[in-house]
């Protein structure tokens, strides 16, 4: 049995058809994690969906309006790029309860899975790149307001931006001096570092330049990675990322968004991970966390894999690696 719970639903499947997105992979992970005995049936908790109240933390009235009544217009259901539904708006409340689950079980275990989530492109007011509604946006805030967390760090790993997250938190950055100067231009002088500092939520981003979204609001840290990085290069930059995050800025949770799209046979991604490589980099995120005892809940994001077995590998992964250091 793990020492920590992992939050699962059969209704974590989007109902999105033929898609690059592969809406089977929650299930999957499930799957596998049985099976190779990574976990048990009793390690699962099931959720509930979150309340309208919990995602009118994060999202407008206007928008949850429109979802609720199926009154995107066109233009609003296209940049979300999954078709709308109401079962699918089902499918989003469900993965928005799971994390806030996730949240709570990790205040309490050190560490908690959502096998699902991570939906970081999502907006206050609209959907984008396969996201309806900011799952770990609505679970910070839930944790905030139920006075269980004071401050969050946000540690995204997925392929593309997390310009969902940079846009909800950028209302709480404070105005601060740069990043110290760090070793990481002298690894890589072409990739780039910017940042801000936080105010209540402290968000980190590393990720592909070249890549979705076209236009990336600022996050506490942003690291624009070049294309075809390896893993070695990459596991640098997330050190030095993280570090220099920790440097200045202490928060009770970090949300880790574990995105599978670094992966060298991703078909979205332009980066040149070897699965190996992207358990190190859990690893090392659980690593640092466990050394400060920050809990840390996990998410799992993007994964477009050539072959959806990859994907399910890289994710399942990430469960044995806190197994291993949390066990
Ligand atoms: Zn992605």
């Known amino acids: 049995m793990l020492p920590f719970k992992l939050i699962y639903s059969d209704g974590y499947y989007l109902p999105i058809g033929a898609h690059v997105f592969p809406a089977q992979k929650y299930q999957q992970i499930h799957n596998r994690l049985i099976e190779t005995g990574v976990a048990e049936a009793s390690d699962f908790l099931t959720p509930q969906p979150a309340s309208d109240q919990d995602i009118l933390l994060v999202h407008t009235p206007q928008y949850v309006q429109k979802l609720k009544t199926g009154t995107l217009a066109a233009r609003e259901e296209m940049e979300m790029e999954i078709p709308f539904s ?172 574990a995105g599978a799209d670094p992966y060298r046979e991703d078909q979205l991604g332009g980066l040149a991970l070897t699965i190996e490589g992207l358990k190190r980099r859990d690893e090392l995120v659980f690593r640092v966390a466990r050394a400060r005892n920050i809990p840390v809940m996990v998410t799992y994001a993007g994964g477009y894999a050539l072959r959806v077995e990859d994907t399910v590998t890289i994710h399942s992964n990430t469960v044995l690696a806190a197994s291993v250091l949390f066990g």
């Not at 770990?136 to 905030?144: L, S």
């Not at 004071?150 to 593309?160: L, Q, Y």
Request: negative net charge.
């Open 86 to 257: 109401p079962e699918l708006v089902r499918a989003f409340w469900l993965a928005a309860g799971g994390s806030i689950l996730a949240a709570e079980c990790a205040l309490k275990d050190r560490i908690a899975f959502n096998i699902g989530g991570g939906f970081h492109h999502a907006f206050p007011d609209h959907g984008e790149g396969f996201c309806m509604i900011h799952d770990v946006a609505v679970a910070i805030r839930r944790m905030q307001r139920d006075d269980k967390i004071t401050r969050a760090m946000t540690v995204d790993c997925d392929v593309h931006q997390g310009n969902g997250t940079a846009a909800i938190f950028a209302g709480t950055r404070i105005p601060g001096g740069p990043l110290p100067s760090t070793s990481a231009s002298v690894l890589n002088p072409s990739a780039k570092v910017r940042s801000a500092h936080a105010g209540d939520v402290f968000t980190i981003s590393l990720h592909q330049e070249n890549n979705y979204p076209p236009v990336k609001p600022p996050s506490s840290i942003d690291v624009d990675l070049p294309d075809g990085i390896g893993d070695d290069d990459y596991l640098a930059w997330l050190d030095n990322a993280v570090s220099c995050g920790l440097r200045q800025f202490e928060p009770d949770l970090i949300c880790y968004i």
